[in-house]
């Protein structure tokens, strides 16, 4: 898989739109990263099939399961609710969104 809209939106800060099991989604990618031998990302989800999610969380999305990205030009803002010190991402960052 091609990362480089993912690293587009994480450095620019710009929204992500694409497709996951079958969802139209947007959404503001913080970090890709690997686990187990597979790529993620984990974003704020700031639209599920065109509706806003009832409270904003991050999610993590497999890249195997991701299609149809491209880049936006609507941009975000580091989310409070993104922990950039996870343990997750403990050696095993790939990208991340600069801190502000």
């Known amino acids: 898989m091609d990362n480089s809209r993912i690293f ?4 620019l800060r710009r929204c992500l739109a694409a497709r996951y099991n079958k ?3 947007v959404l503001a990618p913080h970090v890709l990263y690997k686990r187990n031998d597979s790529y993620f990302i984990d974003a704020i989800t700031v639209t599920r099939d065109g509706q806003e999610p009832k409270e904003p969380k991050v999610g993590s999305y497999n890249l195997a399961g991701l299609s149809e ?4 030009d609507q941009t975000f803002e580091v989310h409070p609710l993104f922990n950039r010190m996870d343990p997750k991402y403990r050696d095993n960052i790939l990208f991340m969104i600069d801190a502000d």
């Open 23 to 25: 969802l139209a989604l």
């Open 69 to 72: 990205l491209d880049v936006l």
């Open 8 to 11: 587009e939106a994480i450095a």
